[in-house]
């Protein structure tokens, strides 16, 4: 089944206590990204990467980092949580990423919460 | 201020009833994508329009993009419990890396 796979489901942490959130895809998509929804905000994106080695900051890219080594993974990593990255997380991929022409394909989201 | 804006914030009717959620921005929308997430969980996509007039139908539920492309309606007939849920609207601005999205429409369908 083609989906994109996000884990963990939900995270409680402290501050300060590195964490990453995975994502993979099985589709082979060229183009992945990670928002956070938060309300009355909506969708923020973090990060994107056009593809393999190629990342870039999205709206909020503070306090977070990714890589891209592979295609189909593209992980979050919080080196030093803080209580305002509590928040739902999206990770997102499409095939390509041109303009007005790809979907994007999300996965179920991760709650994280930092205390 | 948001750059795509939808209305209203929330919305409950009863069931069978119709209803609309719009979504609104100030620049062209090159693409305008609704997708439906169930509360707490991951977005589900529903439609995608990208021509000026364009309308879509699947099932129950109809989306129009106007002759314009900076408005889009998302129409729902007959409204059933399983159609509850959180409406967003996602669009491309012209820039290729994200959709921008709306703050979404939280919609309750009472029995």
């Known amino acids: 089944e083609a989906q994109v796979t996000q884990n963990p489901r939900y995270l409680i942490t402290v501050t300060g206590k590195k964490l990453t959130v995975t994502c993979s895809q099985n589709m082979n998509h060229e183009y992945m990204s990670w928002y956070r929804q938060d309300p009355g905000l909506g969708l923020r994106q973090i990060y994107y990467s056009m593809n393999v080695e190629v990342t870039d900051k999205g709206d909020v890219p503070e306090g977070y980092k990714v890589s891209r080594k592979e295609k189909r993974n593209f992980p979050l990593i919080l080196e030093s949580p803080s209580p305002n990255q509590t928040s739902l997380y999206f990770c997102?991929?499409?095939?390509?990423?041109?303009?007005?022409?790809?979907?994007?394909?999300f996965g179920s989201g991760t709650q994280l919460s930092v205390l | 201020s948001q750059e795509l804006e939808q209305s209203p914030q929330s919305l409950i009717v009863q069931e069978g009833k119709n209803l609309t959620i719009n979504c609104t921005s100030s620049?062209?929308?090159?693409?305008l994508y609704w997708y439906k997430q169930k509360y707490g969980e991951g977005l589900i996509f529903l439609m995608m329009?990208?021509?000026?007039?364009e309308e879509k139908s699947h099932e129950k539920i109809t989306a129009k993009l106007d002759e314009k492309k900076q408005q889009s309606s998302l129409h729902i007939t007959a409204s059933q419990p399983s159609h509850a849920g959180i409406y967003l609207c996602?669009?491309?601005?012209?820039?290729?890396?994200?959709?921008?999205f709306g703050q979404g429409t939280r919609l309750t369908i009472n029995p």
């Open positions: 996602g669009a491309d601005m012209g820039g290729a890396q994200k959709l921008v």
């Open positions: 620049k062209t929308l090159y693409g």
């Open positions: 329009l990208q021509k000026g007039g």
């Open positions: 997102a991929s499409s095939l390509l990423r041109s303009v007005g022409n790809e979907k994007l394909f």
